[in-house]
Nanobody, 123 residues
């Protein structure tokens, strides 16, 4: 059974950096598209970044140039490197595995989700 476990969240000052990790059980990161989503208080969960099986990446406009998604297939782990963090980046960040090999912005195309990790950016 696939399990996704996020880690690396925490409190950081604006302008700082943080790297989130998502460890997956079984061999999954190198087969399925993986994505990062986030949910701020009183807001809907939104797509942040994704990476396809063959390495295509996509980012929300709000994080382009600041966030980088990557993966280590041997470790079954996907990462989200976040830099130049802003207070508006404050949210619970979720790792998700797509049902497919191609990445998507749509939540319904992701079948497995991690528990989330809190990222708080102070001003």
């Amino acid at each position: 059974q696939v399990q996704l476990v996020e880690s690396g969240g925490g409190l950081v000052q604006a302008g700082g950096s943080l790297r989130l990790s998502c460890a997956a059980s079984g061999r999954t990161v190198g087969i399925h598209a993986m994505g990062w989503f986030r949910q701020a208080p009183e807001k809907e969960r939104e797509f942040v970044a994704g990476i396809s099986m063959i390495g295509y990446t996509d980012y929300a406009d709000s994080v382009k140039g600041r966030f980088t998604i990557s993966r280590d297939n041997a470790k079954n782990t996907v990462y989200l490197q976040m830099s130049s963090l802003k207070p508006e980046d404050t949210a619970v960040y979720y790792c998700a595995r797509s049902k497919y090999s191609s990445l998507s912005h749509w939540e319904y195309e992701y079948g497995e989700w991690g528990q989330g990790t809190q990222v708080t950016v102070s001003s």
